[in-house]
């Protein structure tokens, strides 16, 4: 019978020993299934055909790894990047040498030569932006393109309907320059919201306009709304690392990362006694518990402690889910391992994403979604990758 309470293996003390691999001296150690990023982008893909679907890379592939995950997801197929800024955009180029990556912060003044080194291509988001990057290409004599972003409804990044119309006979004449037209869904994860009839509507009378010019306006959830919001071009992003695009209904996306953190020690209290900060979480009955090495430093929140009368996180330790007690503190978390065998030791690891508990299950209790429980995670995790050649 396999060994329920894996430890690694001790790492060496004495001085002058051999460096101590990171393994070994982790507190935590975040996995990244970067098969499980290919095999969603491949599912996405074929939902989406025939348009092609490109990836969102930004906020360090949603915590993932920006390079790894371009790297994987060049070997698939994937020949558009979407990053945020033009320092992501270098990293991603450094991964995928080939790819269209769009910049979606757009462009600034005195950043062209950048834009023009790793040939990236801004996302422009209104006039002024827009003749501040042409004056650029014209005083270099760089043509490698840039998108435009519309705005249909989310209010947030791109230019107003009017100002798109009067490039209409820009695009008529050729030799614009504009190799997407694109804008971005407020609701797509909630199918019937009326907003994406009114962002469709608006986004085909651009197209139309745009003639001859790709357009794009599906991201992950907008895939799923069928392929008339599929334009020629998706850029799916939470998706890819699990995040559920369509909440409504099951998850279709294979989970991407698994998160454990080292049980650092063992302690029993008492009926009656408290635990953590507050004195929020009361034991019923003599407890066991295990410490462990992570708490909101490192992108667990706070909100997902144990509060007497409500039903807090769980963490997997032993193959059994046990909860949170009390509240997480900055380095640190309690959980409740009454429940789970005898034999747990110190140096073992409790699973805090992964076993079946997934990133949107914790995002629920950290009362948020499943991109900022993804993006939070901190840099004191080791990070390993699978997969992916």
């Known amino acids: 019978m396999p060994n329920p309470f894996p430890t690694l293996a001790p790492a060496p003390d004495a001085a002058g020993a051999a460096p101590v691999p990171a393994e070994f001296s982790a507190n935590g150690i975040l996995t990244v299934d970067l098969d499980a990023v290919v095999a969603n982008w491949r599912l996405l893909a074929k939902e989406a055909v025939p348009a092609e679907t490109a990836a969102v890379v930004k906020a360090d592939a949603y915590g993932c790894g920006l390079e790894p995950v371009t790297r994987a997801l060049t070997g698939a197929g994937c020949k558009t990047f979407f ?24 462009y600034f003044t005195g950043c062209g030569a950048m834009f023009a080194a790793h040939n990236i291509r801004p996302v422009i988001g209104d006039l002024a932006e827009l003749a501040d990057w042409e004056s650029f290409c014209r005083g270099h004599g760089w043509n490698g393109g840039a998108a435009i972003h519309v705005d249909t409804g ?47 509507a608006l986004f085909r009378e651009i197209a139309s306009v745009f003639s001859g010019v790709p357009a794009s306006l599906a991201n992950s959830s907008g895939i799923f709304l069928g392929g008339t919001v599929l334009f020629d071009l998706v850029r799916p992003g939470a998706a890819l690392y699990g995040v559920n695009p369509t909440p409504e209904a099951e998850n279709p996306m294979r989970p991407v990362v698994d998160l454990k953190a080292r049980i650092v020690q063992l302690r029993t209290v008492e009926r009656g006694d408290s635990v953590g900060y507050g004195a929020t979480w009361t034991a019923r009955r003599p407890t066991r518990l295990a410490i462990v090495a992570a708490g909101y430093a490192d992108g667990y929140f706070r909100a997902a402690g144990g509060v007497d009368g409500v039903r807090s996180a769980e963490a997997i330790v032993a193959g059994v889910r046990c909860p949170i007690a009390g509240r997480i503190s900055m380095d640190l978390m309690a959980i409740d391992i009454t429940d789970a065998p005898p034999g747990v030791r110190r140096g073992q690891f409790a699973t805090l994403i992964g076993e079946g508990i997934g990133v949107d299950e914790l995002a629920n209790y950290f009362g948020t979604i499943g991109y900022e429980v993804l993006t939070s995670l901190g840099p004191r995790y080791h990070r390993v990758y699978r997969g992916g050649a």
């Open 83 to 106: 990053v945020a800024t033009i320092d992501e955009a270098r990293h991603a180029r450094a991964a995928a040498p080939h790819a269209d990556i769009y910049a979606l912060d757009g």
């Open 154 to 200: 989310m209010n947030r990044l791109g230019m107003g309907l009017g100002d798109a119309l009067a490039l209409a006979g820009r695009v008529k004449a050729g030799h614009h320059g504009f190799t997407l037209v694109m804008s971005h869904f407020a609701c797509a994860e909630t199918p019937g919201h009326p907003l994406n009839a009114r962002q469709l």
